[in-house]
């Protein structure tokens, strides 16, 4: 259900500054990202798991405040965000 710490290591490299940066707005939105995608799944098995779904729901929020945060600092990153986690239709 969880992200394994390789996992974690794999999306911080890819998106961070550097192996450090966990704390950039960038690599929060990529691990919210992978967090709700391995979500899914379950969801999709067990459709009256209202108190899980509220979780889902809070993740999804959080993503979308970073997101608006980093359109509103960093509208080029933005676009590169959302484009490589296939975020838009």
């Given at each position: 259900m969880?992200?394994?710490?390789?996992?974690r290591?794999e999306?911080?490299?890819t998106y961070g500054?550097?192996d450090?940066?966990t704390g950039?707005?960038?690599?929060?939105?990529?691990?919210?990202?992978?967090?709700?995608?391995?979500l899914?799944p379950?969801f999709?098995?067990?459709?009256?798991?209202h108190?899980?779904?509220?979780?889902?729901l809070r993740?999804?929020?959080?993503?979308?405040?970073?997101?608006?945060?980093l359109h509103?600092?960093?509208e080029?990153?933005y676009?590169e965000?959302?484009k490589?986690?296939?975020?838009?239709?």
């Amino acid at each position: 259900m969880s992200l394994t710490k390789e996992q974690r290591a794999e999306i911080i490299s890819t998106y961070g500054r550097n192996d450090k940066d966990t704390g950039s707005s960038e690599v929060q939105i990529a691990l919210l990202t992978a967090r709700i995608n391995d979500l899914q799944p379950h969801f999709e098995a067990n459709k009256k798991d209202h108190h899980g779904r509220r979780g889902l729901l809070r993740l999804v929020s959080r993503r979308r405040n970073l997101l608006d945060y980093l359109h509103k600092t960093n509208e080029q990153s933005y676009h590169e965000i959302i484009k490589k986690l296939d975020l838009r239709k």
